[in-house]
């Protein structure tokens, strides 16, 4: 039985969609794009007015709405819906003994699905908004958003058009009196504006949220960097139920130099990001580098950290809780279509937080029981009442509301978008578009540090964040001391030995480090620890037979061959000159070197051979999206309005 009010509130929809500029329909259909996505692309403005007013879509969406837009929402709804039950006959009831085919009818007739418009005057008198003032202003502008949001259409004498389903779909919530502004994010007393006698202070942070932000978005930057190198040298192996395996998490974590929440979290946004997918490989289904991450790689920092913070707005869980019985893991596609609604919740909410004002504290993890951290829970509920004014749904309606806002601020933390209880001007970027990144972490991360200063004392600093290729150089032929805002490397004869094993002779790493240095000359200690090293680097080769070792030195295989700490390695003498292994290459090399000694590997061929980790890569999971293919696909949907239109009219004529 087909609803004709329903119908012709899909026309009204129709025509407002029709009377849009192309570009106005791509923004559209850009702010619903994860909803519709899950539907067939639409062919026609028809076909988006129904996919719009989905029961799918609207499900999705109205977790989006602040209070405002939801109560002009709901109460246009149920004005519309009584006024639909009043006027519309209810159908006939079946008469004893009526078929199957009656009873289904009369079910399936749906009168709480009528629609009826309604004038906006009435809408506002509903919500009290009917004098002029702040009440009346922003349910007016949360009309106007219904309406630019394809959530409410106007008809042509001026009354507006709902969903149909929205009274379903807001039954089971209680959304309270309409409240034209968000309460304040911070309780009484706590602003050094409003001072009550006694009231608890808040200890002025020692520094600036932007010096909070830079230094968090350092650390992140190279913590990605980290872990995602060590998935390109060694894939992670996920376990046949999915997610990562604990010893796995332990293993990057270590690599990364992070905690194991924080390395989670990580994974899920490079994964998200499309800088690692899974893969199936004979040994089941491994996690690693795609090809995007070396595109990745050659950008600045701030880019690098672009498509990670814009894929945590978005993420569809908060990675770094756990809901109780469930084991710690991570790379499993999250399920939790609230947490991005959540997310921006928490965000506005800080955001009305002036800076330097002593911004909510926040507890730390686990959720605090002791009295001791009471205030810092109070501040935290009061954080969260002005979080539910911005996404009524999607904040304390939930399960664990307390313990899934306290993680999400957590990440924000580390992240850099909130630093002293308020938003960074990177977090504020990111609450304002989430694609538009580039500007705020181009001021926040300078430009990479093309030069070391190379010292006599066998260190290399750089004041700042090294560029890939210098800190490519350094990692080959130095060991990382420490990091901040500057970092520092230290060169001993291990880490020179690992330079020439990778390929570099004494002459190219000298020049390579004389090339990197800031003054453009090379210490003397250093100058001295790279020649002595490769003097004696190669003396000895390991031959790939099972395996030998050979060295134009007799007395140094005589002195091989009676070591104490070789015994494992069974050394027996085929010649003065040659050494036979009953291990194989890679563990004869690893013995020899940990007994003090600086091998080379030879190839069958006489040849030195260059050891080099292994590079992993593996496609994208998928093709990346055309960023111009919303606004083809809007001036198509337009197009063939505008086409039929013209056919219709020639038919006529």
Sequence with gaps: MTNLKVVEGLDALTRSLAQRTPEQLAALLTRHAEPLARRPAPTELRGLAGALWSYETLHHVVLHLDHPRLQVLATAARISQQRAARDAAAPAAPSPGADYQSLMAHRLSFPQLASEPVRPEDIYAALGATAPGAGRSVAEAALDALCADGLAAATEDGAV???PRVPQLLAAHDLGPFTPHAPAPLPEGASPHDR???????????????????????????TVERLLASLATEPATLRKSGG????????????????????????????????????RSPSGI???????????LGRPPGARLAPVLAAWHALWDVPTHTPFGETPTALIRGHDRHAPALRHALLAALAEVPTGAGGPT?????????PEDEAALVSLRHLLRTADWHRPLAVTEQPTAEERALHTLHEAASLGLTAHGTLTPLGRALLADPTDLDEPLRDLLPPPVERAHLQADLTAVVPGRPAPALADLLTSAADRESEGHAVTWRFTPGSVRRALDSGHTADTLRDALTAASATGTLPQPLGYLVQDTARTHGRMRVV????????????LIAEL????????????????TVLVSARPPAATLDALRAAGYAP????????????????????APGPARDPHATLALARRLLGQRAASQESATSGGS
Excluded: F, M, N
């Design 161 to 163: 058009v709902v969903p």
């Design 544 to 555: 790939p037979a099972a395996c030998c070792i050979r060295s134009d030195d007799a007395s």
């Design 196 to 222: 009550r006698p006694g009231a608890p202070t808040v200890p002025a942070p020692r520094t600036s949220a932007h010096d909070e932000s830079q230094a968090s978005a350092a650390h992140l930057a190279t």
């Design 244 to 279: 990562l395996t604990v010893r796995e998490v332990k293993r990057l974590a270590k690599a990364a130099g992070a905690t194991e929440p924080h390395t989670r979290l990580l994974l899920d946004l490079a994964l998200a990001a499309g800088l690692i997918a899974l893969t």
């Design 600 to 619: 080379a590997l030879e190839a069958g061929t006489g040849a030195a051979t260059v050891e080099r980790l292994p590079v992993h890569r593996t496609a």
């Design 362 to 370: 926040c507890p730390p993890l686990p959720l605090p029981d002791s």
């Design 286 to 296: 491994t996690a690693l580098p795609t090809h995007a991450y070396d595109d990745w």
């Design 561 to 576: 061959a009676a070591h104490h700490a070789l015994r494992a390695l069974e050394l027996r003498a085929l010649a003065p």
